[in-house]
């Protein structure tokens, strides 16, 4: 009896087991009518967040189950309104926070892609973020200077420029892809930064290694500038990548995208 009594409970918890490991959050919460339940468009929209608030981090893809979520929110109304609304607090902090010294040495950061110019063109036959990034597939495609401005950050950029800040571009984009990226922003309508800077094998600005890890990339690019004299007052970027790391900046201001993690 006690032997067939420790098989039962045995069997019963390889069973348990056997369900918990087969369990899909897609399989069990299909809607028929629409085709994703209201428990995964909660466990998506629970799992973009965490990305945004930097709990969710070092991801290579989007899980599967929410890449069709993600698409639909990173071609919406609602990620054009979550933008516009990071750069308002912008607009407002400008209003009160800088006093220019007029040395020249006041300064601005802005990331590149997906805070000036939008890769979603890009991902839209790449799986938004369910594949894995083949950056030479990707540099094939900056190469082509065919990415859109995103329209909320080129006014921004512009009034922060007007008001005597100098304007630095910081991106993780390589080098090789200086001339078509200069072509692809001016294309759109920024113009008048004062420096671009792109990660590179030779020392640029400083700046040795183009496989160097994204934030100390960045981080060791804001030292070199508060090196040479400038206060930096704000960046903008859509990674926590760009904020990451010291010398830090007097605000940061994060755009949303749950696209990719670098």
């Avoid at 979550?82 to 308002?88: R, Y």
């Avoid at 407002?92 to 939008?118: N, Q, R």
């Avoid at 160097?212 to 960046?235: C, F, N, P, T």
């Amino acid at each position: 009896m006690g032997k067939l009594t420790g098989f039962l409970i045995f069997s019963s918890l390889f069973t348990g087991l056997v369900v918990a490991a087969d369990w899909n959050i897609l399989k069990n919460q299909k809607n028929k009518n629409n085709g994703v339940g209201d428990g995964l468009k909660k466990y998506c929209e629970s799992w973009r967040i965490n990305v945004e608030v930097n709990n969710i981090r070092g991801f290579d893809v989007v899980p599967q189950e929410c890449v069709q979520y993600i698409q639909k929110y990173m071609t919406s109304s609602q990620y054009k309104a979550d933008s516009e609304k990071a750069l308002e607090e912008v607009t407002f902090y400008l209003s009160s926070c800088c006093t220019l010294e007029g040395d020249g040495k006041d300064a601005w950061i802005f990331d590149v892609d997906d805070t000036l110019l939008s890769t979603i063109p890009y991902f839209k036959t790449h799986g938004f973020g369910g594949e894995k990034i083949n950056a030479t597939s990707l540099e094939a495609w900056m190469r082509e200077s065919k990415a859109p401005a995103l329209e909320h950050t080129l006014k921004l950029f512009h009034e922060i420029k007007n008001r005597g800040l100098k304007i630095f571009l910081i991106s993780s984009r390589r080098e090789n892809l200086r001339s078509s990226s200069v072509d692809n922003l001016i294309k759109v309508g920024y113009h008048g930064w004062t420096g671009l800077i792109l990660r590179s094998r030779f020392e640029y600005r400083g700046l040795e290694d183009e496989f160097m890890e994204v934030q100390k990339y960045k981080s060791k690019a804001r030292h070199r500038l508060v090196d040479e004299g400038y206060l930096i007052w704000g960046i903008i970027g859509d990674q926590w990548s760009s904020f990451e790391g010291l010398p830090i900046a007097k605000r940061t201001f994060k755009l949303p995208n749950s696209m990719y993690y670098n």
